[in-house]
């Protein structure tokens, strides 16, 4: 048999689950003897549109067997995707529900499908732990991803749903970075409206922007402009890489996360099986999240908090 090539075309390097995600590919690849090649389309839409038509368009001994994609932009390249699935080569989609992919499967043979993290339930989980950390309510400063993600839409919406009645929110937008989100709570925080504002926890979706909070409210509160206790605030985010999100789960930076296991490996692994047994995968998977640490555990660490809050206040 020979040896699959497979393409995986990624957001970002800025972000450290987009890198999971590429860390996550290649393990497989090497498990299931895969050539694979990784591509970061620097949040660009057009580079990632020009990147991947670079394979489609080579000569027929060139193309890869399939490309996996997580789309910059919200169309999720659909021209691309005809012209992939026309010259025969797999197109799977990582964290989007699309209509286009129902009729590429009806008019081509490849393999094409969807895989994506179940993001309302990620808003839930979220949901759930502002309610385990504000039992009597409170505000929180919740930073969205940007407007045209799927991700940031259905998590806000599963948030809302399940979000208990005393939590109030202040809502924010970044670009999933780090430095995106310091950049728009430090612009926030120049507000003389922001020194009103009272904030109980600071809500990111995903892991990398809390931290880009975080750093912006730790400069914001050493220039000497007040409110230091926003740095004491709990910050809670998203994505749960072992390395970054669960490590500062365990070091204390961030009080909790959800987990959101890597896609690209998973579905490289569907990808292989499909091309292999020749047969055809679900339309659209989803894989389930899981909050970090655990709702039962997270309402005893609340209560700790609670503790140490008011014996502070007593002394």
């Not at 759930?128 to 039992?135: D, F, G, N, Y």
């Not at 309510?137 to 948030?159: F, M, N, W």
């Not at 970090?292 to 209560?303: I, N, S, Y």
């Amino acid at each position: 048999m020979n040896e699959l090539r497979i393409v995986v075309s990624l957001i970002t390097k800025d972000n450290d689950y987009q890198v999971e995600q590429a860390v996550a590919a290649e393990e497989a690849a090497r498990k299931l003897g895969v050539r694979l090649e990784v591509l970061y389309a620097d949040g660009d839409s057009i580079q990632q549109s020009q990147q991947i038509l670079t394979f489609v368009q080579s000569s027929e001994d060139q193309r890869p067997d399939g490309i996996i994609l997580e789309p910059v932009g919200a169309t999720a390249l659909p021209q691309v995707a005809r012209a992939a699935a026309a010259s025969g080569i797999a197109w799977v989609v990582l964290n989007r529900e699309l209509a286009y992919i129902k009729d590429l499967r009806r008019n081509f043979s490849a393999p094409i499908f969807t895989v994506a993290s179940d993001h309302v339930e990620i808003g839930r989980i979220q949901a759930k732990q502002l309610a385990a950390l504000l039992p009597d309510g409170g505000s929180v400063l919740y930073i969205q991803g940007p407007s045209e993600s799927d991700a940031g839409k259905l998590r806000t919406q599963g948030l809302n749903q399940n979000k208990a009645p005393g939590i109030q929110l202040k809502l924010m937008k970044a670009n999933w970075t780090e430095a995106s989100a310091y950049n728009a709570v430090t612009a926030w925080l120049r507000l003389s409206t922001s020194q009103q504002a009272h904030i109980d926890i600071i809500a990111a979706q995903n892991d990398a922007m809390a931290a880009g909070a975080k750093k912006a409210f730790q400069q914001f509160s050493s220039e000497g402009e007040g409110r230091k206790r926003w740095i004491e605030a709990p910050l809670i985010g998203v994505d749960g890489v072992p390395t970054t999100g669960q490590a500062w789960v365990r070091n204390g930076t961030l009080t909790a996360t959800v987990i959101a296991p890597p896609l690209a490996g998973i579905a490289l692994e569907m990808l292989t099986r499909a091309i292999r047994t020749r047969t055809t995968p679900p339309e659209f998977t989803l894989i389930t999240p899981e909050s970090f640490p655990k709702l039962d555990a997270l309402v005893g660490k609340a209560k700790q908090m609670q503790l140490s809050k008011s014996a502070k206040s007593a002394i």
